[in-house]
């Protein structure tokens, strides 16, 4: 590490409640099952606000500093790495998983769980977030990503990696339900951020797409924005009208329809989208459930139609290793037509989660560049 500084600027949550610092602190010392991570990117939840003012009520041990996902480069790592090197370009991922206790499961710097073990895990080992020069990470948690095929031929950077961040919560769901080429997903709603990114992912997969949602305005966006990276995309739009049975009668004229992947947010928790779409589904079709369900899904015609229904917490560790994959193969749209990023520096942080709550949508995303 003798390139790199002994001390770093870190954005510090000294408690819940309004506001932030910035602290130097020691750069981290890799030992066994860990790397230090220069961050480049950090991505802004479109809720950061909500999480750091209390307003989400996440468990969250303070001080604590804060982040989610990031890319970054390879600074330091311990003796038992094999494969990553120093300089190598790589994806930090949020998802800590006990190596012992598969329950126990914590997003990274923006909760600590439900269970003794993921509360062990992030109070007393992986703690501090990448909302910072250098964070020290699982070295499970570290992705090699082929610099010269996303950087040189696909025309990424960092900035729009770290849309991973979006794209990996869809395609962990769409993975439950080992969604095929050829078939015909509803996403709803779909104008959201997760849930359109769940559109490019479902597309990328070689599925057809009816995306549901109440904003006609957004719907022609998403549409427009998703067709102008991928112009051979098979998407249409279906506008939401509270009318549950309309709205089912105009989801069963497109087809078949096979599966159905929900993001709902927690407003749209009891709105009529998910028990129209799923009414619409063939038997033996499938549904994802990633997002907020306030509402009974589970009666007559989900038992007589022998439906599938998958609850998914974020994605396991072999789905972010195959979407890797994926995007290096050229799957998806290139370069900025795949995300357009809003960057912000560590001070200016607060900016930086206001925007994020109103830049949302597909192919938005909010950053934080240290």
């Given amino acids: 590490m003798s390139d ?9 949550l000294t408690q819940i409640g309004p506001e932030m610092r910035i602290e130097q602190r020691p750069v981290p010392v890799a030992d066994p099952g860990s790397v230090v991570v220069r961050v480049l990117e950090s991505s802004v939840l479109s809720y950061q606000n909500d999480i750091y003012n209390g307003k989400r009520r996440y468990p969250l041990a303070t001080p604590i500093v804060g982040g989610c996902s990031a890319v970054g480069r390879v600074a330091a790592t311990g003796p038992d790495a094999t494969v990553l090197t120093q300089g190598q370009l ?12 598969s329950e126990a499961i914590y997003l990274w710097g923006i909760h600590e769980g439900y269970n003794a073990g993921s509360q062990k895990l992030s109070r007393e080992i992986w703690h501090d977030g990448t909302f910072a020069e ?13 610099e010269n095929r996303l950087y040189r031929d696909l025309g990424y950077t960092a900035r729009e ?10 395609f962990g769901g769409l993975r439950t339900i080992d969604l095929k080429a050829g078939e015909t997903v509803v996403a709803c709603p779909a ?3 997760f849930s359109g990114a769940g559109v490019q992912v479902a597309l990328a997969i070689g599925a057809r797409v009816i995306a549901m949602g109440r904003n006609e305005a957004e719907l022609a966006r998403l549409k ?9 995309a098979n998407i249409e739009t279906v506008k939401v009208t509270g009318d549950e049975a309309a709205d089912t009668a105009t989801l069963e004229a497109f087809g078949t329809i096979d599966a159905v992947l929900d993001l709902s947010p927690p407003a749209a928790a009891q709105a009529t989208h998910l028990p129209s779409a799923i009414a619409a ?6 549904i994802s459930v990633l997002g907020s369900v306030g509402q009974p899904i589970v009666g007559w015609s989900f038992l007589s139609k022998d439906l599938q229904l998958n609850g998914k917490l974020m994605y396991e560790r072999e789905d972010v290793i195959l979407f890797i994959k994926m995007l290096e193969a050229g799957l998806f749209a290139k370069g900025k037509d795949l995300v357009d990023t809003k960057s912000f520096a560590l001070e200016d942080w607060k900016a930086a989660f206001d925007t994020a709550e109103e830049y949302t949508g597909v192919g938005r995303i909010v950053t934080i560049t240290p």
Avoid: Q
């Fill in 281 to 286: 589904l063939r038997r033996g079709g499938r």
């Fill in 4 to 12: 790199v500084p002994t001390k770093y600027r870190a954005l510090v």
């Fill in 90 to 101: 790589v994806w930090v991922d949020c998802v800590v998983r006990g190596r012992d206790d």
């Fill in 191 to 193: 104008t959201g951020g």
């Fill in 161 to 170: 990696l770290i849309y991973l961040s979006h794209l990996l919560v869809p």
């Fill in 224 to 232: 427009a924005f998703v067709m102008k990276g991928t112009p051979w």
């Fill in 134 to 146: 250098f964070a020290k990470v699982p070295l499970e948690n570290c992705f090699a990503l082929d």
